[in-house]
């Protein structure tokens, strides 16, 4: 074996540990729970970078978009079809703001928070309609709490 090959080999052997610790949590988007939960379940994910989310349509008529200007700079943004599963990998860190589309003013949104919250202050100063906005005040209560 040449030298350059036993190079890439090693290479590739001493990244997998750190390729396979990358996680993914699952989030339900659920319209009315055993439990009486509503909305994203669970409403705030915790990440690293290269981390994703699997939003679950587990019930009709919700999906997963994320909200122009509560993203970390130059993340790219998603969007989720109707009543589908998606899951999207998250490389950049700070704080997404995310919402369903269709309930959106009723509050229908949520958070994943990457490594740090930098951009915290710019996406709390997006202005949100309806119930969104006491949601996502609740929210960030929670996120504020957490040390990181």
Known sequence: MKKSSLLNA????????????????DVKMISNGPNGERGFVPAVVYLHSGDSVHFIAQDFGHNAVSIPGMLPEGAKPFAGQMSQDLTVRFSKAGIY????LPHYFMGMVGLVVVDNKNNEQAVKNIE???????AFDKLFSQVDQKKF
């Open 97 to 100: 703001g995310y919402k369903c």
């Open 10 to 25: 090693l290479i590739i052997v001493l990244c997998l540990p750190f390729i396979a610790h990358a996680k993914t949590v």
């Open 128 to 134: 949100q309609p309806g119930a969104a906005k006491e």
